[in-house]
């Protein structure tokens, strides 16, 4: 079974600093990965999708990075915004399977 | 566009009573899936849909059933409510194995 683990749990940083969000995954045999973010009380909306063909995703201020071999996919957020603030969900899909498996997310707090 | 739409967003049951949460797209996604998120935790498969009339078992299924008449909608019923599932419920949908959308989510407490 995927297992998917986000680490830290928590971050908080000032505004303007550059941050790093690390997944890891268990089995590498994945179909993608995706970042998402979610907001109090709000729904997941999608930040990157990394296919398993892939290296890295960019979006903005937001570069997401898979390395399949070694089970880990880090999202690099630059220059944090106080709007930033909010939890980050890691989710792997796999090839025996339609569904996503989710980590239990960072919590980011981004301080003016 | 309203993407997936979710009805009700908060509910209150009493342990025994029966529900149905939905869920509707209108993006002529085949896939759905319903989520549950609790406290602290990832978010875990319930049941999910291929297509209309085609449905299957996620992670955690036991308590609820679904069902696909059309493409659009996406049902999750509970069948004599439990406190443990007390829960966030989330549907979701994509056109093939990625590209997900989500619905805002219906707060369920069970009392």
């Known amino acids: 079974k995927q297992e998917v683990t986000q680490i830290p749990a928590a971050l908080s940083v000032p505004e303007g600093e550059n941050l790093v969000l690390n997944c890891s995954f268990t089995?590498?045999?994945?179909?993608?990965l995706q970042w998402f973010r979610q907001d109090p009380g709000k729904g997941l909306t999608s930040l990157l999708l990394?296919?398993?063909?892939?290296r890295e995703q960019t979006s903005g201020r937001l570069n997401a990075s898979l390395d399949k071999s070694s089970g880990r996919s880090t999202l690099y957020i630059a220059a944090s915004q106080p709007g930033d603030s909010a939890t980050y969900l890691c989710?792997?899909?796999?090839?025996?399977?339609?569904?996503?498996?989710f980590g239990k997310g960072t919590s980011l707090l981004v301080t003016p | 566009n309203a993407g997936v739409t979710q009805t009700p967003k908060f509910r209150i049951l009493k342990i025994g009573q029966s529900m149905t949460l939905q869920c509707t797209q209108d993006?002529?996604?085949?896939?759905m899936y319903w989520y549950r998120q609790d406290p602290g935790m990832g978010l875990k498969l319930i049941y999910y849909?291929?297509?209309?009339?085609?449905?299957d078992k996620g992670e955690v299924p036991n308590g609820y059933n679904v069902s696909r008449s059309t493409t659009e909608d996406f049902p999750l019923r509970l069948e004599l409510a439990a406190p443990s599932q007390t829960s966030v419920y989330f549907c979701?949908?994509?056109?093939?194995?990625?590209?997900?959308?989500f619905g805002s989510g219906t707060r369920l407490t069970v009392v």
């Open positions: 993006m002529n996604h085949n896939y």
């Open positions: 849909s291929v297509g209309a009339g085609i449905t």
């Open positions: 979701a949908s994509s056109p093939q194995w990625d590209g997900y959308t």
């Open positions: 089995d590498s045999a994945i179909y993608n």
């Open positions: 989710a792997v899909g796999s090839n025996s399977g339609y569904a996503l498996n």
């Open positions: 990394i296919q398993s063909s892939q």
